[in-house]
Every structure is written in structure tokens, then in C-alpha cells.
């Protein structure tokens, strides 16, 4: 057979094959690129490219067809025209991925979400990530980490260079120099023509406020860019954990809109033989075509995001974009990831106690967030800054420096006596018999020790303005401390809430998936029947897959929403050791005994059933 694209496909139509010549024929075909085409359904790992069905359709249809026709021959309500509803015109087509890359076989969009896929993708072959494997890997290689810690050692430098005006400054200089003879001549010893210098110098700073004031602030801001390093790791951690929450959704859900695809094709084949029948019409048909075009583009877009999903968790983790791999769903029961789950689940089962682990976490995210201690930090650097600028006003700047002078060498005109000293002789112009003249010091080393002390009295308003400049970056970083404060408390209760919710409908997903699918049955077999409409059928469907999309990924729900509850309130339990662990049980014990008590002992409005708007989780 010719296959679309020049694809070659020969079909095993025989079936007194043993294994052996079986798995012999269909190496030879593969090895010449022809397809191996099987009639009697698909296996996984039978070597055939395609199907008209899955191995075990067909055994499945046989019974659904008896049971049908068992209930048309008990049922005399029934018209015998529904007979041919009961058995569908065709089976569908069934794709072995591996096989196809095998062949560099590479079939359409339409006939990957037409056909039933077995081994649909490289990545059954490809390295298991666990999500703590994926976490341990963003916090490794993660480049948006590791700038942040770069970032953090550059204001550790910072901090080093701001304190060096601080310490001592010592230099050592050489100078050559030469100057004109005459001039040499004229110097009576003190000058040489040409001269070698060695100086040395110190200077400390006695009062310096912009010094120390730099340093104080350097201090600060280093321990703020530490701070920020921490929120950005617990960053990573958590985009790992969602992202691979996104994963595992998108392929769950890619399953299931496979499955109801499926489901809207089967309907499609009941419609057209319910037509053929004479108790359907065309526009049943037309519905049902455009329910499974929808049905396809869904699929399509499932996977796309799918796609997208995986790229974006190689990129966490630093690997090429479409590295394939597998994911292993984590569990609520995992000791090593949800370590004090159950604290939070015991908590959901009254009112009190929701509200005692939402004041827990509220002031654990005010002593364990890092925002929290960098808006602090920051807020102490602004202190400090405005500290110096009114400490500017009037106070001078005092500094001690000393230096010393040594010439070590000369030459040419003048060095003669240089460093001896000479005498410059005037004659004896009042006759006294002594010559009068004064002594050349020629002495080779000079030093001198200088206190300065300065202060401006004038520079244009600028220390003032300096001064109400820094008054209001005070203000402005007291302002941001009290709203990260705020946010911090809000959003770790929002998390909590969303929580909560997010565990109650666990149970009730999954109750509510199990009486759509129940109900879609029903319908199905009504319509099957003629004793239901299409609107009907196809309401029932939607509502099935609406209900199993939601079952499927409310574990996932759950999980994302207790990890942003971890990151709200500064801290992943399952990154600490086990003495962190133990000091929170032991701390939340203490608050909540001590709390409850509190409560307790206050008068409290007797409620309904229902929980308070505040208070439901």
C-alpha cells in the first residue's frame, strides 16, 4: 500500500504467524522502510505502525453490541430501527508513535487526535524528574538564582569598599626630577641637578560623618541584597513546584480530552447510524461534526500547552528547551515534601482552629519572609542616611596625615655638598675680622605631621536640601515597610483560604466527575434509544469533561496552593533540617494552646452551620 506522503505499508492480513516469523517479517519491513499495517488491533510493542483499532476494541464492542441488543429484545418499547445504533460503523485508527519515528514517519495534527496513540512520545524512554528533583535542579543551575547571588556578593563588596576610608590610607612614592644648572649653581647645596626622592604618607580620618555614614549604609543594604537572595530562591522553589504542577496538568488533561474526543466520535457514529436508522436526523450529524472539530482543537491546544509547559520547566532548570523527560505526580502523603500538612489539615475541621492557624502563619510571615527583613534592612540604611545628612549641618570633617621626605640620590650640578650642608659667606663688610654669611641645611629627609580640620560655609543649600532629601527617603521606606507588612498578612491568609478550598474539593470533584460520567451513560443510552434529544447528549458530555478535568487536576490544585502558602509565609518546610522542624511544631503547639484558651475564655456569638465569610476555608 501507498501511504499518504510516499510512506510505504504492507498488511499482515495472516494470522497462523508464529511469534518469531511474525517479529522476523515485521523487522524486515521496518528495515526497508516499508510500515507494517495490522487488521486485528494494536499492541503495545508488537512492532506494527497502525490499526484500525486497539488489541482489545473489538472485544469490547462485541459485548457492548450484546448488551444492546439483549435490552432491544426485552424492551418492545423499542423500535427495531435502533438496531443499527448499537453497532458503530468503524473502530477508529490506532498509532504506535515509536514505530513511526522508527520509519521517520511523521503523521499529522488531524490523524495524532483522530487516532488512539501508544507510546505517544520519546519521553517513555527519557530520565524520571521527581519534583524534588526538578526543585534540588532550579536551585542548582537556575541562572535568575544565581544572579541574585551575584548580585548579593557584589554588595558584600560594596559593604568592603565602603569601610576602607575608614582605616588608615598609607602610600610610597619615587620622584626624579632635574632642573637647569644655573639654578642648581643658586642653590647653595640644597638643589641638585638632577635628584631621586623616596616619600611615604599616612592619613587617618579623626571625624569623618560621610564616611561612617556610608559604611553603616553599605552594612544595610548588603544585608537587604541578602534578603533578596532568599525571596528569590524561595522564588525558584515555588515556580519549580507550579511548573511542574503545570506539567502534570497538561497531560492529564490532554488525556482526557483525548478520551472525550473519542467520546464525540463514538457520538458522531451513533448519530449517523441513528440517521441511517430512520429515528435521527441530519442535524444530530451536523452537531455531532462540529462538537468533535471543537473536541480537536481543544486537543490541539492541550498540547501546545503541554509544550509549553515542559519548556518552561527546562528553562527553571537550565536544560535544553525540549530535553524530553517524565514526571512522577507527587502525593499529599509524601513525608519528605508535605512535612506539616497535617497541621494545616487538622485545622480545617472547625472554625477556631482556622482562624488560630491564620493568625500562626500571619506573624510567622512577619518573622520568617524575607521581604519583610529587607524592607527592614533598608529601612535602617534610610535612618542612618538621614542621621548623616543632619549631622552634616555642623559638624567639620577632621584629618590627621604625615609624610616624610627622603632624597636618596643626585647628580650633576650641586651635589657636591648635597646633603652636608654648606655656608654662604657675605666677606666681612663691617670689618670685625669675621666673615658674616648663614648656614645652607641640606639635610637629606623631611617630614611633617598636619591635623586638618574642615568644615564649609557655604555650598548653595546643598547640606539642607541633602538633609529634607533624606528626611523623605526615610518616610518612604517606613511607608513600604508597613505595606509589605500588609501584604505579607494578607496574602499568606488569602493563601490559606485558597487552601482550604482547594482541599474540600478534592472529595467533591471527584463525587461530582463520578455522577457526570453515571449521567453521561444514561443519556448516552437514552439517545441511543431516541428517547433523548442531541442538546441533551451533548450538555451531558460537557458536563462530564468539565467535572473530570477538574477531578483529575484537584490534587495538583491543592498542592500549588499549599506551596504558595509555604512561599507567603517565608519558608519551605521541607528545605529545612529537622531541628528547624521540630522548634515550628513545638512553636505552633505553644501559640495554639495559649490561643484557644484565649478564645475560649472571650464571649463568642453563638453561629449557624454555616462558617463566617472570614473564617471558611
Not at 536544560?319 to 485545622?347: K, T
Request: aromatic share 6%; charged share 25%.
Amino acid at each position: 500500500a501507498r501511504l499518504a506522503g510516499g510512506y510505504a505499508g504492507a498488511l499482515l492480513v495472516g494470522t497462523d504467524f508464529d511469534p518469531l516469523s511474525r517479529a522476523e517479517v515485521i523487522e524486515a519491513l521496518s528495515a526497508r522502510g516499508v510500515a507494517p499495517l495490522s487488521p486485528h488491533g494494536l499492541e503495545e510493542g508488537d512492532g506494527m505502525l497502525a490499526s484500525n483499532s486497539l488489541a482489545d476494541n473489538k472485544e469490547r464492542s462485541a459485548r457492548r453490541a450484546a448488551l444492546e441488543l439483549r435490552q432491544l429484545a426485552t424492551d418492545p418499547s423499542l423500535e427495531l430501527s435502533a438496531l443499527n445504533a448499537c453497532v458503530p460503523r468503524r473502530t477508529g485508527l490506532a498509532l504506535n508513535m515509536t514505530v513511526a519515528r522508527r520509519l521517520r514517519f511523521s503523521p499529522s495534527w488531524t490523524l495524532i487526535t483522530e487516532a488512539d496513540l501508544i507510546e505517544r512520545s520519546a519521553r517513555t524512554s527519557a530520565q524520571v524528574r521527581t519534583l524534588r528533583d526538578a526543585i534540588d535542579r532550579a536551585l542548582e543551575s537556575n541562572q535568575d538564582y544565581v544572579i541574585e547571588q551575584l548580585s548579593a556578593s557584589i554588595a558584600g563588596e560594596d559593604y568592603a569598599i565602603a569601610r576602607a576610608p575608614l582605616l588608615p590610607q598609607v602610600s610610597v612614592a619615587a620622584a626624579g626630577s632635574v632642573i637647569d644648572r644655573d639654578r642648581a649653581r643658586a642653590s647653595f647645596g640644597s638643589n641638585s641637578e638632577l635628584a631621586l626622592n623616596l616619600s611615604a604618607s599616612v592619613s587617618q580620618q579623626i571625624i569623618s560623618e560621610p564616611a561612617w555614614a556610608a559604611y553603616s549604609v553599605a552594612e544595610r543594604q548588603h544585608q537587604a541584597a541578602l534578603r533578596l537572595r532568599d525571596a528569590v530562591k524561595l522564588d525558584i522553589v515555588l515556580s519549580a513546584a507550579r511548573t511542574y504542577f503545570d506539567v502534570l496538568r497538561a497531560r492529564t488533561n490532554g488525556d482526557i480530552e483525548r478520551d472525550n474526543l473519542r467520546v464525540t466520535r463514538r457520538n458522531l457514529e451513533l448519530a449517523k447510524a441513528r440517521r441511517d436508522a430512520g429515528s435521527g436526523t441530519v442535524a444530530d450529524v451536523h452537531r455531532f461534526e462540529s462538537e468533535l472539530a471543537t473536541a480537536q482543537a481543544r486537543v490541539i491546544a492541550i498540547e501546545a500547552s503541554r509544550n509549553q509547559a515542559e519548556i518552561a520547566l527546562n528553562r527553571l532548570l537550565n536544560r535544553p528547551p525540549e530535553e524530553p523527560f517524565q514526571v512522577e505526580p507527587p502525593s499529599l502523603e509524601d513525608p519528605s515534601l508535605m512535612v506539616h500538612f497535617e497541621a494545616f489539615e487538622q485545622q480545617l475541621g472547625d472554625q477556631r482552629g482556622f482562624r488560630v492557624y491564620r493568625e500562626y502563619m500571619s506573624q510567622q510571615a512577619l518573622a520568617m519572609a524575607p521581604e519583610f527583613e529587607r524592607s527592614h534592612a533598608l529601612l535602617r540604611a534610610a535612618e542612618r542616611a538621614e542621621k548623616s545628612a543632619s549631622r552634616a549641618v555642623w559638624v567639620p570633617l577632621f584629618e590627621l596625615t604625615g609624610t616624610i621626605d627622603r632624597l636618596v640620590a643626585g647628580a650633576g650640578e650641586g651635589s657636591e655638598n648635597l646633603g652636608q650642608g654648606n655656608f654662604v659667606s657675605f666677606g666681612d663688610p663691617d670689618g670685625d675680622g669675621v666673615e658674616d654669611g648663614f648656614p645652607v641645611l641640606a639635610d637629606r629627609t623631611t617630614w611633617n605631621v598636619t591635623l586638618t580640620a574642615t568644615y564649609p560655609l557655604f555650598s548653595g543649600g546643598q547640606r539642607f536640601d541633602e538633609r529634607d532629601r533624606a528626611q523623605l527617603a526615610r518616610r518612604q521606606e517606613r511607608a513600604r515597610q508597613e505595606q509589605t507588612s500588609l501584604s505579607l498578612q494578607s496574602d499568606v491568609r488569602s493563601a490559606i483560604h485558597a487552601a482550604g478550598a482547594s482541599y474540600a474539593n478534592i472529595e467533591l470533584t471527584a463525587t461530582a466527575a463520578e455522577a457526570s460520567k453515571k449521567n453521561l451513560k444514561i443519556i448516552t443510552e437514552r439517545y441511543a434509544r431516541g428517547a433523548e434529544d442531541v442538546v441533551t447528549l451533548i450538555a451531558a458530555q460537557n458536563s462530564a469533561l468539565l467535572a473530570e478535568l477538574l477531578a483529575s487536576v484537584a490534587e495538583y490544585d491543592i498542592l500549588d496552593d499549599y506551596f504558595e502558602l509555604q512561599r507567603r509565609s517565608g519558608r519551605f518546610d521541607f528545605l529545612e533540617d529537622d531541628a528547624a522542624r521540630d522548634e515550628w511544631t513545638q512553636s505552633f503547639r505553644i501559640f495554639h494552646a495559649a490561643r484557644t484558651r484565649e478564645l475560649q475564655g472571650q464571649q463568642i456569638e453563638p453561629v449557624d452551620e454555616r462558617l463566617e465569610p472570614d473564617d471558611a476555608p
